[in-house]
């Protein structure tokens, strides 16, 4: 979250009337973003002395995230056009803000709808295991249990099943969460 953090307070500082780069330079200083990205105000400390774009610093750093990429790419697209058509940098850093919120958002709900059919996934996968277990505590020893031939099929076929549930849950939820396609193409 530090990135919608980050644009927040650089919109604040737009609005009180720093430039860019000095809402920039300061919003990596405030503590929030500074105990989470503790390399951004050195890297935008950099860029600014060198006299470039504010959104060149934010270029992808290792100790990132696929996910804080992707919200650093929100940012930075939205400075690049205040800086190359004039836009508004507070409104724009302000709508960036806000839709990293909203992505954060939409994450957040994305997780909790998930976690149902996940917990599931362990739960019948954890159930097979307690058979034996509870053959233990009753005093039927695994020989017993699978002492014939017959009983040791059936356990392996249980096995088996129980690995094929799991691999079709995963491609299921793997369907689930990838991203919609929005480019028109009905593949």
Do not use: K, N
């Amino acid at each position: 979250e530090w990135v919608a953090d980050f644009a927040e307070v650089v919109s604040v500082g737009l609005d009180a009337g720093l430039d860019l780069a000095s809402a920039a330079v300061t919003s990596a200083r405030s503590p929030g973003v500074a105990s989470r990205a503790p390399w951004l105000a050195e890297r935008l400390d950099g860029v600014v002395h060198r006299g470039l774009a504010v959104g060149v610093s934010l270029e992808p750093h290792e100790a990132l995230t696929q996910v804080q990429r992707g919200d650093l790419a929100v940012l930075t697209t939205a400075w690049r056009l205040a800086e190359e058509v004039g836009a508004a940098a507070s409104a724009v850093t302000t709508s960036a803000a806000r839709s990293i919120r909203d992505r954060q958002a939409a994450r957040q709900r994305l997780t909790a709808v998930v976690a149902g059919p996940r917990t599931s996934m362990w739960l019948l996968t954890a159930l097979p295991l307690v058979g034996p277990m509870a053959g233990a505590l009753v005093g039927i020893g695994p020989d017993r249990l699978y002492g014939s031939p017959a009983s040791r099929g059936v356990a392996l076929l249980g096995l088996l099943l129980t690995g094929l549930g799991w691999w079709w849950c995963r491609v299921l939820l793997r369907r689930a969460l990838r991203p919609a396609r929005t480019d028109g193409d009905p593949e």
